[in-house]
Every structure is written in C-alpha cells, then in structure tokens.
C-alpha cells in the first residue's frame, strides 16, 4: 500500500462523496452476480437484522488525527477538522446515565486530539463505566503534552486497544506511514512501564492486527502467539490480547482496492467467506455509534457511510434526545460492506467473532 | 488474448466433478483433510504447499498458496524463504545427477 499524506476530502477524491462509494459498493456485487447481503440474510434468517441490548456506547471523538493510514475507514487526518463539541459529549453523558451502559468505546481518528478528551474520561470514570480507548500509539509520543498519558489512562483505569498491523516496520509502516512502527514500539514500552499488558497489573492492553493488502486476516489465536513471541522477542513488549480484524471496503481502503484492481477479487472473497454463525454476532447488535457531530449509526462504518439509525422519528437520531428503547427496537440498516463483518470467523472491534 | 492458463478458471477448479464426481469429491474431501492442522500447524502446510507449488510451476497454485499464505499470518521474508527450499531442493536434484555423469565418464575414459 502507498500512503498519501493528505485525506480523501482534502483531495476533493471521487470516492470521498458517500453516494460514489455505495454506488462502486453495490456494483462490486451486482456486475459480479454475486448475492447481495441482505439476501444473504434473508437465507439464514437474521433479515431485518434486529438489536440484541444496548451494552456498547462507541463514541468517535473526531475526525482528526496524527496519522493518514493508508486502511484508514474514517479518511481521518491532521487535515480533518471534524471535533465532537463539549456540548455534544455532555450529551453522550447524559444518554451513559440514562441508559445504564456501562461500556464506553472511544475511537477517531485520534480521540486524544480531542480538547475534552480528558475530562470526558475522567467523568466517565465518575459514572463507573468501563472505558476502551481505541489508541494508535503514535500519539503517545507525538508532542511532550501526550507523554503523560500512559499513566492518564492507569488512573483512569482505561482499556487500550491499539491497532499494530505486524510485529515488522516494513509492513506496519506499508500501512500506517513511515517510522509509525517505531514510535509505535516507543510507546507501548511507555504503557508497559506504568503496567499496561503485564501480568497481575489489571491493565489491559490490547493489539489489533488488520491485513496489509486485499486479503483475509489469519486465524485470530495462532497470530496472537506469533506477536507475543516476536514482540517479547525482538523488544522486550507484552500485552494482553490480539484481535484479529477484517478491512472493510470502505473510504480509503476501497480507494486502495479499486486503484490497485483488487475490489471485485476482495468483495468475490468476502461474499465467498459470509459465515452466518459470525453474522449472528455481529457488534452493530449491541452497540450504539455515536458520530462526531452526535448523530447516532449502527456502527462506525455506517456512521462513515452516513446511514443514520432507522428510528422513526428523525429527532431520534441524535444523542441528546436519546431512547434507548426506540434504539432497540430499531432495525440495523446493512449494506455489501457489511461483508467484511461476516468473512470467514466475523470480524469486530473485539476481533474475531465466533 | 487467449492463453492455456487463464486466472479465472481457478475459480472453476470446484467444478471438475461435472465430469466425475465421485472422484472429485473424494479428491476435494482429502484436499481439506490434508490442510487442516494436525502435527503441522495450517500456516506450516501453507508454506510447504507454496514452495511446492513453485517447485511443480503451477501458477493456479502460486496465485493461491500466496494469498494463503498471507491469510496465515506469514511474511515476505518467510515466503520467499519457502520458495528458494524448492529452488534448493531442484538445483540439488539437477546437481546430484552429477555424480552419475561422473560414473559414466569414468567408466568409459581411461
């Protein structure tokens, strides 16, 4: 993969108008004849696809970030300038307390980059919940102001998750950009210090692995003793868990893919692969995304797709007038991205699903 | 331009069994059988399957087994690693028979 410096907006790039990427989306698998997601569904009877709870309240901060990863389904940059307002975070608050969900997932671009980022953790914390940051590492050792937030996250009992494609800069910075693997590396030694990853600690760290190229990802177990071995190995890092995560074709990897003339082999691949045991669990199921801008998705995908949640009313839509059982009874709107949750053992933002 | 290998018909090798099927299908169920792990892991099979499909110049198989391989967590380095043991394992062939054109050689001069 080749990295572009800039966003696919900033580059005014065809495939940065949501309508063109559904467009070459249902074209990947009409001009195949290949069946479309929803009548794969239909076939093993999870259409509409309907809720299963409320337990995941996923929140992506902005749309800014220190990084332009080549993969990346957000098209997040340093030239993104998209930030979710204090207003709208008290919001999330309020539906976190209203709703009881007790597990809150930050994403981005780099949620960090956000000025209330702290705060909203710290009063997360206050309401008890659980709270995943979803970190690219990098950002731990972007700007002294960051140095600190290893031990941020310790006192705020914060999960991470953080995306290293290979336990090799050459493939990790194919992806994510030059010198990414070794300021990558740079900060997990600084979450290992202060106990993230290490045995006993109760500070989860954990690695997310998505392929470098038009493929499926490898068997999520043998791949995480791979990194464990490598890791310990060539830098002395440990962490808890590796989630194994299938691209989705969306923004800049279906850019990737169509320029690469990888788009109908991956899409064949990924209609081949639907499993309906993962498509049973999918995590749209359980979990409520919430955009930028506090309108509500399905998940971070749909909410890059800009395909709001299906609630009657359109003032539902958005976070401050949140129902949860208008939310629940909601049916989940799918599309042939949908696939790449579905391939082979599932894919989510816990990796494997099955 | 037509040519004896096309890329698509790989997607067809599935359908041999229009011809015979009792055959494929015992053929497609011990194909499966083989690759899942056992004593060897499934990404040590897909390495072996990728220098032996080097070895026998199958580009149906190239294609496959470098995707395969890929999907099984290996890397470049490890790949080509695979395929210079089939490129070993051949040169050594060719090499070996050396001795026997030294036998001859010698049996015949004096």
Known sequence: MSIGTKSLKKQNHELSNIDKQLQVLHN???????????????????????????????????????????????DAGPDRKEIMTKETLQQCLDAIKKSGINTVDLTGGAPEMNPHFRWFVEEAYKLGCKTIVRCNLTII???????????????????????????SSK??????????????????KMLNEVGYGMEGSGLTLNLVYNPSG?????????LEKQFKRQLKKDFEIEFNSLFAITNIPISRYLD??????????????????????????????NTISVGWDGYLYDCDFNQMLELKVAVGNKDLQHVKDFNSIALLERKIIVNEHCYGCTAGAGSSCGGEIT | MKTYYNPDDLKKFGKIGEFQKEMADKFFGY????????????????LIALAVSHAIQCPYCIDSYSVDSLE??????????????????????????????????KEVSM
Do not use: W
């Open chain 1, 28 to 74: 990947g698998v009409a001009d195949q004849n290949l069946e479309s997601f929803s009548s794969k569904l239909k076939a093993s009877n999870l259409f509409p696809l309907t809720t299963t709870g409320l337990d995941v309240f996923q929140i992506n901060m902005g749309k800014m970030c220190n990084q332009v990863c080549s993969h990346c389904h957000v």
């Open chain 1, 141 to 167: 050792v972007a700007n002294k102001k960051y140095f600190d937030l290893p031990e941020f996250y310790k006192e705020n009992e914060v999960e991470i998750v953080s995306s290293l494609p290979h336990y």
């Open chain 1, 171 to 188: 493939k990790t910075d194919s992806q994510r950009g030059d010198g990414v693997f070794d300021r990558s590396i740079r900060a997990l």
């Open chain 1, 214 to 222: 038009a493929f499926l990802p490898p068997a999520q177990a043998g």
């Open chain 1, 256 to 285: 990737y893919l169509v320029a690469s003339e990888n788009f109908e082999g991956y899409m064949e691949k990924l209609v081949n692969a639907y499993n309906p045991i993962a498509a049973k669990g999918v995590m749209c199921r």
């Open chain 2, 31 to 46: 194909y499966g059988e083989v690759f899942k792990e056992g004593a060897l892991t499934e990404r040590e099979k897909s």
């Open chain 2, 72 to 105: 099984k967590g290996c890397n470049e380095e490890e790949m080509m690693e695979a395929v210079h043991v089939a490129a070993a394992v051949r040169g050594g062939a060719t090499l070996v028979h050396g001795v026997q054109m030294m036998n001859k050689v």
